[in-house]
């Protein structure tokens, strides 16, 4: 009897882990493009995580996705690590290489960017300076996509200043820190105002920034995706701004691991979308 191949295996680990939308959003893409593979919520408890990643390649995981609490733990677990996912100091997705290699990677700042892009295709980023409010994993990962695409000045508020000031720190001087009880006229001239915090989200505290300074033209974007339309985004849009929802960037940055792990590039597009809107 001839050796059958093995069926790829990819997923995603965090701890908990139950709320995720990827096993939906790699299953619609696998079903789509009919290839034989599966996708797999995997709930690592703490002090499991190295043993779970040497374990994994064996079973015949190809890579996963990592997710809160592990981005940053993980890279210290990697063979590999890129250059993008080193400076943001945390990794979202790791491919299983057939040496046994563990490479890490970073794809939320591109994620962060294809949203923008696509929804706003005229979207300059040199039209003027950024406010971002939050200072985490996810801000870092906006930050370094943001200089990269040439966004010439990015405000930072955090409510904790210590983690702000890491970010200039790390960043360089087109990262400004300002007080988190400024955050409202941190906004004023901006071109873009960005919510990376959770702020807004179902179950967590609302986002309580003043937005006198939201003016018609200016681009807003929350990373929240539960509510679809944050508070934020409904603001933003009664005064004439350009808002974008966080589901694209979602979508976005797991493109790029589900091309690694089964060899083809899944479309982001409505029908997409609407397979994750429809849970």
Not at 2 to 31: C, E, M
Not at 40 to 55: F, K, S, T, V, Y
Not at 106 to 130: C, E, K, M
Not at 205 to 211: A, S
Request: a positive charge.
């Amino acid at each position: 009897m001839t050796d059958l191949p093995r069926i790829p295996l990819a997923g995603v680990i965090g701890h908990p882990i139950a709320h995720s939308k990827s096993p939906a959003l790699h299953g619609f893409w696998l079903k789509r493009l009919g290839i034989k593979g599966h996708y797999i919520p995997l709930d690592i408890a703490p002090g499991d995580l190295r043993e779970a990643l040497h374990m994994l390649p064996r079973l015949g995981f190809v890579g996963v996705n990592v997710t809160i609490p592990y981005k940053e733990e993980v890279l210290k677990l990697a063979d590999v690590v890129t250059d993008r996912a080193a400076l943001i100091g945390a990794a979202n997705t790791l491919i299983f290489r057939k040496n046994g290699k563990i490479y890490a990677d970073n794809s939320d700042g591109s994620g962060f960017i294809a949203n923008l892009r696509q929804h706003v295709p005229t979207w300059n980023p040199a039209a003027g300076p950024a406010a971002v409010l939050g200072a985490g994993g996810a801000s870092r990962a906006v930050i370094a996509a943001l200089i990269e695409v040439g966004v010439p000045e990015i405000r930072v508020g955090n409510r904790t200043r210590l983690r702000a000031d890491a970010l200039r720190s790390d960043f360089g001087a087109k990262v400004q820190v300002h007080e988190w009880v400024q955050a409202g006229n941190m906004i004023e001239g901006c071109a873009m105002l960005v919510n990376t915090t959770s702020l807004g989200m179902v179950g967590k505290p609302d986002l309580r920034v003043p937005l006198d300074a939201l003016r018609r033209g200016m681009l807003v974007t929350d990373l929240v995706y539960a509510p679809l339309k944050t508070q934020l985004l409904i603001e933003a849009e009664a005064a004439g701004c350009t808002v974008v929802d966080g589901l694209g960037m979602l979508l976005h940055q797991a493109a790029p691991g589900f091309e690694r792990w089964f060899g083809q590039r899944p479309e982001v597009d409505d029908a997409t979308r609407n397979a994750l809107l429809s849970l």
